[in-house]
């Protein structure tokens, strides 16, 4: 089932989300959902607080990056474990549709998390992949990447979002 990605500024995307106490069908059956939904929205990765559930979980899928793809793969409970270097990087996220900005990020990372079976896995990713692991595990702790850009540049954003979400509003009004 495809569902809605919640759009910034909104609380639900602020909350730091709960550990995931262990896999069930119903932790199963939501995993799907975010793959589904990730790959409706032609994203490169989703957490599980895009669509307002407050849980540490995310799925990725870099795989068509060119500098050495990700997954697809699921990641629960993850953690970055260190980082190296420092580049800029132009971002985007599915809950800031149409918008991108240039942001800090390392080039390499190490991270942990748990896989469906529950082991502890651990990695290193790099370039693309690298950023997009920094960029959903912000998400898990109530982050944004417009949270690292300028304020001018932020408050421009999220004019605009308003804006998005009015003309959503009317659309479905219509319908
Ligand atoms: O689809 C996405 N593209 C992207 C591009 C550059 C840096 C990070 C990303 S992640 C984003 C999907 C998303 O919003 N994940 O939370
Ligand atoms: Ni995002």
Known sequence: MIR???IWPDPRLKEKTRLVEGVDDELRKLIDDMYETMYDA????LAANQIGVGLRLAVIDTSTAED???GPMVMINPEILST???IRFRE???SIPGESEEVIRAPKVRFRFRDLDWNLVEMEATGFS???VQH???HLDGKVYVDRISSLKRERIRKRMKRLKE???AQAEEA
């Open 92 to 94: 985007g996220c599915l």
């Open 42 to 45: 032609e994203g490169v990765g």
């Open 4 to 6: 809605e990605i919640l």
């Open 68 to 70: 050495g793809g990700l």
């Open 130 to 132: 690298a950023v997009a």
């Open 84 to 86: 190296e270097g420092s």
């Open 167 to 169: 003309a959503r509003a």
């Open 136 to 138: 959903e595990c912000d």
